[in-house]
């Protein structure tokens, strides 16, 4: 009795899936609701008396094996078909958007060759009147209006038309260069002296805007020179001083006073380096550091040694008594 009441269940449903599946996909429909029936206790025994033959479980379970196969099997192939469908309506939507932009950009430029045409017959039989408002245009210094309107009949190509139109644009020209002029020179009015690569940038940009100039001219070099001076400078000092040494995070240490230390130690082994100042660059000598340390003598005992190292290009060049220096 459970058994029924299982396979009239699972018929029902089954068959109720298969009935909203048709809606969108016939095959796999028809196939979910056949599967449905196979549940259904009466269509069983309906099919057994028809074809004379009792199914084992087994055979029973490869049956529904077989079906469910079929069932997935035909999902897929309507997807496929679906995916397929959609895709040559979206080529084919495509193609006739392609269609109609190419209809509307062709009726947009028969409507600009007619506009054209009306302008220049207009400009054939009106020249005097227009070109009386492009000057008066640009009398009242309205370059911009002046410029638009001129472009309504550059299409005729005339020669005074066109004379006027590049008027026009040198004076547009201008008035970006005056506005352009007025802001770095206010902005020159604000930068020191002493910040020379953005004072030369700016008196380059000026002499770019206006060539013959000839305070811009002197302005530009001068910075230039400045800041050739400082890079001449700046690579003499490091002939002469070499990179700055590097304290070692963990004991606070210069290794290349190390390494000196070792080299005229009685023992070397025996070194240790209490502290060390920071470096200091002092002007025509080289960079200073002084540190502690300590070390065993001719006779075996540990002595504590205070010392100034002047270091140049890696190399400690020579060692000051600790008062040959007072660095604050």
Not at 51 to 76: C, D, E, M, P, R
Not at 158 to 168: A, I, N, P, V, W
Not at 281 to 289: A, C, D, E, P, Y
Request: hydrophobic share 35%.
């Amino acid at each position: 009795m459970l058994n029924k009441i299982i396979g009239w269940s699972l018929g029902v449903i089954l068959m109720t899936a298969g009935l909203l599946l048709m809606v969108s996909d016939i095959l796999s429909g028809l196939i979910l609701i056949f599967i449905g029936l196979t549940f259904i206790p009466k269509f069983r025994e309906f099919l057994y008396k028809k074809t004379n033959t009792n199914l084992t479980k087994s055979a029973k379970q490869g049956l529904y094996t077989i079906l469910f196969l079929v069932f997935i099997g035909s999902i897929i192939y309507s997807s496929i078909q679906d995916s397929q469908i959609r895709a040559e309506k979206a080529m084919q939507a495509e193609h006739k958007r392609q269609i109609l932009l190419v209809k509307q950009q062709k009726i947009k430029l028969e409507k600009l060759k007619k506009q054209r045409d009306e302008r220049s017959k207009y400009f054939q039989k009106n020249k005097a009147s227009v070109i009386e408002k492009i000057k008066e245009l640009g009398s009242q210094k309205k370059y911009d209006e002046g410029v638009k309107f001129i472009n309504q009949y550059i299409q005729t190509h005339d020669k005074e038309l066109l004379t006027l139109k590049h008027d026009f644009e040198t004076q547009q020209q201008q008035i970006k260069i005056n506005k352009k002029t007025k802001e770095i020179l206010a902005q020159l009015k604000k930068i020191p002296a002493n910040q020379l690569e953005k004072n030369y940038n700016l008196y380059k940009e000026l002499l770019k805007m206006h060539p013959k100039n000839s305070r811009y001219s002197q302005k530009m070099k001068h910075y230039a020179n400045k800041i050739a001076e400082v890079e001449a400078k700046k690579v003499a000092e490091k002939l002469f001083y070499g990179e700055k040494p590097v304290q070692s995070a963990w004991d606070g240490s210069y290794s290349v006073v190390e390494k000196y230390l070792r080299q005229v130690m009685n023992d070397p082994s025996s070194l240790k380096i209490d502290s060390c100042t920071s470096v200091y660059k002092v002007k025509n000598t080289g960079w200073v550091v002084g540190c502690r340390y300590r070390g065993k003598n001719a006779f075996g005992g540990m002595v504590l040694n205070q010392n100034w190292f002047i270091i140049r290009q890696n190399h400690v060049i020579d060692v000051k008594d600790p008062d040959a220096f007072s660095i604050k």
